[in-house]
């Protein structure tokens, strides 16, 4: 899996390296920074999504299929 932090909305909470220390690092205000390019390795994927589900902003976004299948998808015109 590949995620992408958003430290524009990023609030400190500090989750995030509580879950997976070796992928966020904290600084001295709380505030994550995303340690490596972000791609993780699936035998990390549970503690990620841990740090994803419990970041109470959603600065954490999973990047890959479900959105580019999102994305691939025509949508439905609700007016024809
Ligand atoms: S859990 Fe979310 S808000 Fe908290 S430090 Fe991590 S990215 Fe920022």
Same mark, same amino acid.
């Given at each position: 899996?590949?995620?992408?932090?958003?430290?524009?909305?990023?609030?400190?909470?500090?989750?995030?390296?509580?879950?997976?220390?070796?992928?966020?690092? #904290?600084? %001295?205000?709380?505030?994550?920074?995303?340690?490596?390019? &972000?791609?993780?390795?699936?035998?990390? +994927? @549970?503690?990620?999504?841990?740090? #994803?589900? %419990?970041?109470?902003?959603?600065?954490?976004?999973?990047? &890959?299929?479900?959105?580019?299948?999102? +994305? @691939?998808?025509?949508?439905?015109?609700?007016?024809?």
């Amino acid at each position: 899996m590949r995620i992408r932090l958003d430290r524009t909305i990023c609030d400190g909470f500090g989750q995030c390296a509580k879950h997976a220390p070796e992928y966020f690092s #904290l600084d %001295d205000w709380g505030y994550a920074s995303l340690v490596g390019n &972000g791609e993780i390795p699936e035998k990390d +994927r @549970d503690k990620l999504m841990r740090a #994803l589900l %419990d970041c109470p902003v959603h600065a954490i976004i999973e990047m &890959g299929a479900r959105t580019d299948q999102t +994305r @691939d998808t025509p949508a439905q015109d609700a007016r024809s």
